[in-house]
């Protein structure tokens, strides 16, 4: 098929959607699509059942999106019973309807019959710990799934209990989505314990769970034996320092995990210092996104020389609540000449608001030490005139003390020198 026609076919194929179901089942039938996608459609049982009936000898289609169309467990017997021949279809994704743990029994009863789905995603139905148990027991013998999505639904620790039964042993099951449930510490704690076992599982998504510094503990213990989990989400759970300090300390020896991302949990008063010993020695992990803490000049002044020797990492997020202008013009300057840094994000930055600061610190120690009152002074004006040699800066700083400049001005002076 040349450009132009493969053009025109996947626009006919997007137009999919708004076509009436007997188009679509057309198309199913005569093997000419694979990739379907019918969210928020809203289709009725009749038309399910149509549906369902054409994907049952379809050779084509590789992944069909049916998210919000209000199935339910009547609507799931119909899928699951055609889908049980269908040899091709890769991803099923079912979000956002109205499955409960009937339906979830339905689709696991899938599992254990169909041979070639790759992904499933039930995330946003009424499935609870019930629905999770039929599940776990279908993946103690699935040997083909390898995503599976089950987050926003209605899961506690027994029902974590029950999943971390289900991929204990199995090795084919690379991501596990169980954002926005109620899992809670024990739920945690089990699956953290059998990923010591499992060797399979490479991304896995905890996010809002109720998690506290006990739950986060036992997976500091996993990271310290587990080599082949590489993703790991733990943002807006219960993490105080006691539990992120463990991780951080799992991190120095842990050579597997390229990504952590624990944000929107307590605020730290400072940063924590078992993460910056992790940046030092780990040479694996290239995403980290931090929580929120608290930093002075001195803490940035630390985490800012630890970024710039770190030869790994690449994306760098920190949630930083309370940071005097000079300490996160330090921490700027660091990640602006890092060369292994492509992402960052830190708090927004007040060019007056660094001048303002400046001001500050020569009423503060205007009778202290000179030296160290005009070191402080550059590293302020290091952000704003980057590439400005530092002697020329330490120059600039100097007559700070005795006249004033606001944030405009400095970059002025920073352009012309």
């Given at each position: 098929m040349n450009t132009l026609n493969s053009s025109l076919r996947k626009t006919e194929l997007n137009s999919l959607h708004l076509a009436p179901i007997n188009e679509i089942v057309k198309e199913l039938n005569e093997n000419t699509v694979s990739n379907i996608n019918l969210e928020t459609k809203k289709l009725t049982s009749d038309e399910v059942t149509q549906l369902a009936k054409a994907l049952a000898n379809n050779t084509s289609l590789v992944a069909i999106n049916l998210?919000?169309?209000?199935?339910?467990?009547?609507?799931?017997?119909?899928?699951?019973?055609?889908?049980?021949?269908?040899?091709?279809?890769?991803?099923?994704?079912?979000?956002?309807?109205?499955?409960?743990?009937?339906?979830?029994?339905?689709?696991?009863?899938?599992?254990?019959?169909?041979?070639?789905?790759e992904m499933i995603d039930l995330s946003r139905n009424s499935i609870d710990s019930v629905g999770a148990l039929i599940i776990a027991e279908k993946l103690k013998k699935n040997t083909t799934l390898r995503n599976l999505a089950i987050g926003n639904n209605n899961i506690d620790e027994m029902g974590a209990l029950c999943l971390a039964e289900g991929i204990a042993n199995n090795t084919s099951l690379?991501?596990?989505?169980?954002?926005?449930?109620?899992?809670?510490?024990?739920?945690?704690?089990?699956?953290?314990?059998?990923?010591?076992?499992?060797?399979?599982?490479k991304l896995l998504n905890l996010r809002s769970n109720y998690i506290k510094d006990w739950g986060t503990k036992a997976?500091?213990?996993t990271l310290r034996n587990n080599t082949t989990l590489e993703q790991l989400d733990l943002s807006s759970n219960e993490l105080h320092e006691e539990g992120a300090n463990a991780l951080g300390e799992a991190l120095i020896t842990n050579t597997s995990l390229r990504n952590i991302n624990f944000e929107d949990n307590s605020t730290f008063d400072r940063p924590l210092q078992s993460f910056e010993r992790a940046l030092v020695n780990n040479n694996t992990l290239t995403t980290c996104k931090l929580g929120n803490t608290k930093m002075e000049y001195e803490d940035a002044k630390s985490l800012a020389e630890i970024i710039k020797s770190n030869t790994t990492l690449t994306k760098l997020a920190l949630n930083i609540v309370d940071i005097a202008p000079i300490a996160l013009t330090t921490l700027r300057h660091s990640l602006k000449i890092d060369t292994t840094l492509t992402s960052s994000s830190v708090n927004d930055f007040n060019e007056n608001q660094a001048a303002e600061e400046v001001q500050q610190y020569i009423k503060s120690f205007e009778n202290k030490n000179q030296e160290l009152l005009t070191t402080k002074a550059t590293s302020v004006l290091r952000v704003l005139a980057p590439e400005t040699p530092t002697e020329i800066l330490n120059l600039i700083s100097e007559q700070l003390l005795t006249t004033e400049y606001d944030g405009a001005s400095l970059r002025r002076i920073g352009n012309l020198v």
């Open positions: 998210g919000s169309n209000g199935i339910d467990e009547i609507k799931s017997i119909e899928i699951a019973k055609y889908l049980r021949a269908n040899t091709t279809l890769r991803q099923l994704s079912l979000q956002s309807n109205n499955i409960n743990d009937i339906g979830a029994q339905v689709f696991a009863k899938l599992l254990g019959k169909n041979t070639a789905l690379k991501i596990l989505n169980l954002d926005s449930n109620s899992i809670s510490n024990q739920g945690a704690q089990e699956i953290a314990k059998v990923l010591i076992i499992n060797t399979s599982l997976f500091a213990e």
